[in-house]
Every structure is written in structure tokens, then in C-alpha cells.
């Protein structure tokens, strides 16, 4: 996980709020990621971001948003239209091209 | 388009036993083939990576693959199991002409004492 911080480890929300997810890299890398993952489905990409102030959606876009004013940092808003938004949400980042993706210690988001 | 696939939920091994976690693989281009390790409620760890060259890769903990282009495989091998290597283990997959990896739905491994 080193390299990549994300934060708070635990999130609770309640239904109709928007949250916002924090993710840091001080790895000096271009490119940086947000996926989802729930039990027995692996990781789904959100957005990711190959290069500061450009975003790109992924499979699973609909009800999130992101920026990425900063090379170093690339939140991540869960919105009040995303229609199952407990899961646990893991960051990453990397070189660009075929380079290894680096992820950090993730965010249980849970809606009450 | 891209796709990757465990075919195995859950593996069991015995301590010091070989293991193998299976993964295949569908591109369109050249692939570029990971393996990541998963602990509970933590993030996913880089074990090792197959770009180009030698088709058997070696990587961090052990762990190895062997690259097998005909039969468009990445299995992961480890020749004697621990009980330390109990994990989800992931396969991901990117093509050469693209700019995102794709990510097997994992397989659980249990190392049994």
C-alpha cells in the first residue's frame, strides 16, 4: 500500500447524502484509478485519469464524479444517484501505458 | 474487447503442496498479464507481471506464472504452499492497443495446516 493513501478507512452515510473519498499518491505518477469492488465480482473501474485536469469514465461511471486538479490527489464523489453505493472502494495508481497499478488500503463505504 | 477469467472460486491446498491458481485471458493485441494479492479489508498487492520475454515470470513471495500464449493462459504456481499464502488472488489483463486493465472476479485460496 505504500505510496497511496486513502481515507477515512470506514465511511458512513445516509441515504440522499453525497460523500466524497479521498486518495493521495506521492509516487509521481501520471495515471491514477478508482474501482469498485464487491463480493464475488472483482474490481470494477469508476474513472480513471491518465494526466492532471483529464478524466475518463470507466465501466461503471453512472452516480459518480471525480477531479483531478493535482497530480497527487484524485477524489472521488459518490453522489446521492448511485443506487447501491455500499461497497469498498480502492484507489490506485501508475506509470502510464502497460505499467503495474499501485492501490492503496481502500475506503469500506457503507449507506445506513 | 478485453476479458479475463478464473474459472476456480476457491482453491484448497495442503501446506507444502504445490498450488496453481488458474487464469485465462482474451485480447485483440499483445497482452500484458498481472497477478495481485488480496488480505482482508486491505488493497490489492502487485505480485508479478508478464510484458514481454521469458514466458515464466517470477515474483514476489514465491510466487511464479508461466505465460502460455497457444492455450492463452497466466496460471499462478507456488511449489510449496504456506499458510501465510490464504488470500484472494486476482488476474488482470490489458491490451498492447489500450489503456485500462481488466480484473478476474478473483479466486480464494485456503492453505490448510
Known amino acids: 500500500d505504500g505510496g497511496i493513501t486513502q481515507s477515512p478507512k470506514y465511511l458512513f452515510r445516509k441515504e440522499g447524502q453525497n460523500v466524497t473519498l479521498s486518495c493521495e499518491q506521492n509516487?509521481?505518477?501520471?495515471?491514477m484509478y478508482w474501482y469498485r469492488q464487491d463480493p464475488g465480482q472483482g474490481l470494477r473501474l469508476i474513472y480513471y485519469?491518465?494526466?492532471?485536469?483529464?478524466?475518463q469514465k470507466g465501466d461503471i461511471a453512472e452516480g459518480y464524479s471525480v477531479s483531478r486538479e493535482k497530480k497527487e490527489s484524485f477524489p472521488l464523489t459518490v453522489t446521492s444517484a448511485q443506487k447501491n453505493p455500499t461497497a469498498f472502494y480502492l484507489c490506485a495508481s501508475g506509470t502510464s501505458g502497460a505499467d503495474t497499478q499501485y492501490f492503496g488500503p481502500g475506503t469500506r463505504l457503507t449507506v445506513l | 474487447a478485453q476479458s479475463v477469467a478464473q474459472p476456480e472460486d476457491q482453491v484448497n491446498v495442503a501446506e507444502g503442496n504445490p498450488l496453481t491458481v488458474k487464469c485465462t485471458y482474451s485480447?485483440?493485441?499483445?497482452?500484458?498479464l498481472f497477478w495481485y494479492v488480496q488480505y482482508p479489508n486491505r488493497g490489492l498487492q502487485f505480485l508479478l507481471k508478464?510484458?514481454?520475454?521469458?514466458?515464466l515470470v517470477k515474483g514476489s513471495y514465491g510466487f511464479e506464472a508461466e505465460f502460455n500464449k497457444s492455450q492463452t493462459s497466466f496460471h499462478l504456481k507456488k511449489p510449496s504452499a504456506l499458510v501465510s499464502d490464504s488470500a484472494l488472488y486476482f488476474c488482470a489483463v490489458r491490451d498492447s492497443g489500450d489503456d485500462k486493465i481488466i480484473f478476474g472476479k478473483g479466486t480464494r485460496l485456503h492453505i490448510l495446516p
Open positions: 508478464y510484458i514481454t520475454g521469458d514466458n
Open positions: 509516487l509521481n505518477h501520471d495515471a
Open positions: 485480447v485483440s493485441g499483445n497482452p500484458y
Open positions: 485519469s491518465q494526466i492532471v485536469n483529464d478524466f
